[in-house]
Every structure is written in structure tokens, then in C-alpha cells.
T-cell receptor
Framework: GENVEQHPSTLSVQEGDSAVIKCTYSDSASNYFPWYKQELGKRPQLIIDIRSNVGEKKDQRIAVTLNKTAKHFSLHITETQPEDSAVYFCAAIPSRSSGDKLTFGTGTRLAVRP | KAGVTQTPRYLIKTRGQQVTLSCSPISGHRSVSWYQQTPGQGLQFLFEYFSETQRNKGNFPGRFSGRQFSNSRSEMNVSTLELGDSALYLC?????????????FGPGTRLTVT
């Protein structure tokens, strides 16, 4: 089955700096890669996603890149703000034949220092 | 549209008891997936239901079961509770159309087993 590894497990940045979180996946058939943000005591919130036929996607200060050959994808947050502090999870869905099973990475706790 | 809702939000049970959790998906969503979140194991996939059928199943013992009703609402049941079942149980719904993969999470049910 699919295996997703995520690094780093914790990340501390100064407000205004950039943050990068990296994930690798094992199943070359995976075709959908979402990122979730989970604030303390809250539900995971979908913040951005990318399909296997796209190399990069941006949404304001957030961007995700995908390298299918290397089987890794990354989340980039620019101009970080204190409200970006949360745990971020990457995930992958194999081909649709596997239904909608999300395999998650282990999470990255991001702290943005004011 | 209303978001994904889960009831109850909190539960305290004793070892050996059973519990039923409920999830109401976003209107029009046909797929409901269940996940267990613990500090040690992260987010683990339990099972997915689509059109009242279990489409996918994770690596959990048979004590964990679920079902989906014709209105797409889903329930999960855990029998013979163990201390290790203490966790946040999250459900997520998705359209699960031909090219739609986005999953949206409910607030979760916090289960404590004593």
C-alpha cells in the first residue's frame, strides 16, 4: 500500500520568513496530493491540493510543487504569519480504484515566532 | 452549504463497552471516510463508504465497523472498547466524482476509554 513520509516533524520560523515542508510517497499510481492544516483542537482543514498532471499550484502565500519522477511533493508558505502556526499534514490518494482512502504523513508542527 | 457534522463531540466509555459515532456529510457528498487520530499514530484510515457500500478498509481489527445510510449519513461502531481506542475519530466527506477528490473533515468525536 501507499506510504507517505513527511519532514521535518517540527519547524520554527521567524514571522515573514518562508517555510517548506516536504513529503515523499511510495505508490507511483498516486494521483492526488492534498495538504491539511490543523490548529489546536480544530478539524483538519484542506488548504491546497495538487493533481498528478500538474507540477505546481499557488494560492496567495501558499504553493505546492510535485515531482512525479522523484515521488515527492512540497508545501511552501511565504511571508509567514503567527496565524500560520499549526500542524500541517500531507496526504496522498492512489488511483481511484482504491476509493478515496487518504494516506497521511506524520505531520509537521510549524511555529511562527512574532 | 453546511459542513460535515459529527455527534457526539465527546464520549467517555469504560473498557468492554461499545460505542456508536455518527457523521453527516456535506449535502450531495456520497463518500464518507473515517479516520482515527492519536498523538502516537497520527491520522489512520479506518474505512470508507460510498453509496451504502464499504469501498475501502484500513488495518483495524474487526471490532471497528461502520455503515452508511441511503442519505449518505454514516455511523461507526467500536465494540469491546480497549484503552488504546482512546482517540479523536474524524469523518470526512467527498463528492467522489470522476475527477473530484477533495475531502472535508468534521470536527471529530473525542473518545476516552477508562
Amino acid at each position: 500500500g501507499e506510504n507517505v513520509e513527511q519532514h521535518p516533524s517540527t519547524l520554527s520560523v521567524q514571522e515573514g520568513d518562508s517555510a517548506v515542508i516536504k513529503c515523499t510517497y511510495s505508490d507511483s499510481a498516486s494521483n492526488y496530493f492534498p495538504w491539511y492544516k490543523q490548529e489546536l483542537g480544530k478539524r483538519p482543514q484542506l488548504i491546497i491540493d495538487i493533481r498528478s498532471n500538474v507540477g505546481e499550484k499557488k494560492d496567495q502565500r501558499i504553493a505546492v510543487t510535485l515531482n512525479k519522477t522523484a515521488k515527492h511533493f512540497s508545501l511552501h508558505i511565504t511571508e509567514t504569519q503567527p496565524e500560520d502556526s499549526a500542524v500541517y499534514f500531507c496526504a496522498a490518494i492512489p488511483s481511484r480504484s482504491s476509493g478515496d482512502k487518504l494516506t497521511f504523513g506524520t505531520g509537521t508542527r510549524l511555529a511562527v515566532r512574532p | 452549504k453546511a459542513g460535515v457534522t459529527q455527534t457526539p463531540r465527546y464520549l467517555i466509555k469504560t473498557r468492554g463497552q461499545q460505542v456508536t459515532l455518527s457523521c453527516s456529510p456535506i449535502s450531495g457528498h456520497r463518500s464518507v471516510s473515517w479516520y482515527q487520530q492519536t498523538p502516537g499514530q497520527g491520522l489512520q484510515f479506518l474505512f470508507e463508504y460510498f453509496s451504502e457500500t464499504q469501498r475501502n478498509k484500513g488495518n483495524f481489527p474487526g471490532r471497528f465497523s461502520g455503515r452508511q445510510f441511503s442519505n449518505s449519513r454514516s455511523e461507526m461502531n467500536v465494540s469491546t472498547l480497549e484503552l488504546g481506542d482512546s482517540a479523536l475519530y474524524l469523518c470526512a466527506s467527498s463528492l467522489s466524482g470522476t475527477d473530484t477528490y477533495e475531502q472535508y473533515f468534521g470536527p471529530g468525536t473525542r473518545l476516552t476509554v477508562t
